[in-house]
Each structure stands twice: as structure tokens, then as C-alpha cells.
Nanobody
């Protein structure tokens, strides 16, 4: 089992920044891929970013490229999503997710473990 706990959401003005954290526990993290997804009201959950824990390889949705950065801290078993230049369209509940490779890492169905979500609200 893998347990995920997100934190760091909140209310921010457009153009501002937030950093989300996802603390991982329960299993060896080196074999995991860690994804961030988001879900706005009335919309499907969508891929935001992913990092392969072992290699550090990353991928981003086009909508966040150049603004968001995913990273991991091996000592703290924590994944971060640094979000800069936030827009009102970024308003959503953000979820951390984990899965084992190989997997199609941009799809929700590939992830076995999910956090509880953290709300991000960007005011214009």
C-alpha cells in the first residue's frame, strides 16, 4: 500500500504562486511514478504533470508548461508541484497520484493510489 497526503492549496490572486506537496509513505518510492491531476467543477479530472521517482524524468500538460515545475525530495519522500503565473483557469482540486511502471502516465486509470485532494483557487 501507498499513502499520499497533499498539502499547500489555498487562495491566490492571478499571477501569484503556490507550491503543493505530496508526502508519500508505505512502500519503496524508487519504483513509483508520481502524478498530479486536477479537477475543476463539472469537468473531468485531467493530467497536469508526472515525475518518475527513480530517473527524475518529467512530463507536463501543455496548459502548464513553462509555469509549473514538478520535483521530488528523496530524503523527505515528498513530491512538489511549484505553480507560478497562476490563472483563473488553474482553479481546481489538485490530486497527487502514484503508480508503478510501466503505465500510461497521463491517464487517471493508470494510477492505483490517490491522495484526498487540495483546493487551489485563483482569483482574477
Amino acid at each position: 500500500q501507498v499513502q499520499l497526503v497533499e498539502s499547500g492549496g489555498g487562495l491566490v490572486q492571478a499571477g501569484g504562486s503556490l507550491r503543493l506537496s505530496c508526502a508519500v509513505s508505505g512502500r519503496t518510492v524508487a519504483n513509483l511514478a508520481m502524478g498530479w491531476f486536477r479537477q475543476a467543477p463539472g469537468k473531468e479530472r485531467q493530467f497536469v504533470s508526472v515525475i518518475i521517482w527513480g530517473s527524475g524524468g518529467t512530463n507536463y500538460a501543455d496548459s502548464v508548461k513553462g509555469r509549473f515545475t514538478i520535483s521530488r525530495d528523496n530524503a523527505k519522500n515528498t513530491v512538489y508541484l511549484q505553480m507560478n503565473s497562476l490563472k483563473s483557469d488553474d482553479t481546481a482540486v489538485y490530486y497527487c497520484a502514484a503508480t508503478y511502471l510501466p503505465a500510461v502516465l497521463t491517464t487517471t486509470g493508470a494510477y492505483k493510489y490517490w491522495g484526498q485532494g487540495t483546493q487551489v483557487t485563483v482569483s482574477s
